[in-house]
């Protein structure tokens, strides 16, 4: 299994600015994703983050828009750019790991934004 | 592309009836299928997957590629039943889809 914790787990922010989401893994691991779930909706991948490389994104969602960084095997931060009132969701960590009958993924708390 | 669709969002029983939680997907390749679950102030976590073919507290779900299913079901509902279900599928890049999710309200 994994243990995912993410800073901040929520903030209130102008539109206009910046926010960048921390996520970190308490072992190491190849692919770590990226979702949104904004309000009263289900979840919708952003991107998949993999140390060494670009990270991949999905249709709809642009790298300068929401910047990734996967510095090491554990951690990887999202940006989310240039904020909106749109943007207000919650933002998910997740990564795949090996559970009791294969692998599954695991995901953090999140990081609920609201955007004024 | 793959889509996975739950058509309740709500599903309200009374502790002791049966619930059944609906979900079709659409993918053009061998799907792998999984229902996740968030019960309050948690984080969402793994209830079962089709692979292991097992019960989760007292829940199944069969893989129907005829119908394009994967209905979660369990004969008893509890009261800690409540919570926020989705069914999701895992295509190619171990990405995972998920559905609109079905939130279960299990009544005393």
């Known amino acids: 299994s994994a243990v995912i914790s993410q800073k901040p787990s929520r903030d209130i922010c102008q539109r206009g600015t910046s926010l960048t989401i921390q996520c970190q893994v308490d072992s190491q691991v190849t692919m770590m994703f990226w979702y949104r779930q904004q309000p009263g909706q289900s979840l919708t991948l952003i991107a998949t983050?993999?140390?060494?490389?670009?990270?991949?994104?999905e249709s709809g969602f642009v790298i300068d828009k929401f910047p990734i960084s996967r510095p090491n095997l554990t951690f990887s931060t999202l940006t989310v750019s240039n904020m909106s009132p749109e943007d207000s969701s919650i933002y998910l960590c997740?990564?795949?790991?090996?559970?009791?009958?294969?692998?599954?993924?695991?995901f953090g708390p999140g990081t609920r934004l609201t955007v004024t | 592309a793959q889509r996975v669709t739950q058509p309740e969002k709500l599903l309200s029983v009374f502790k002791g009836a049966p619930v059944e939680l609906k979900c079709n997907y659409s993918y053009s390749g061998s799907p792998e299928l999984f229902w996740y679950v968030q019960y309050s102030r948690q984080r969402l976590q793994l209830l079962l997957r089709?692979?292991s073919r097992e019960s989760i507290k007292g829940f199944t779900a069969d893989l129907n590629k005829g119908e394009t299913s994967f209905h979660l079901k369990k004969p008893f509902a509890q009261e800690e039943d409540s919570a926020m279900y989705y069914c999701a599928l895992r295509a190619a890049g171990n990405k995972l889809t998920f559905g609109g999710g079905t939130r279960v309200l299990v009544k005393p």
């Open positions: 997740s990564v795949e790991g090996w559970g009791a009958s294969g692998y599954e993924q695991y």
């Open positions: 089709h692979i």
């Open positions: 983050a993999n140390q060494g490389s670009e990270a991949t994104y």
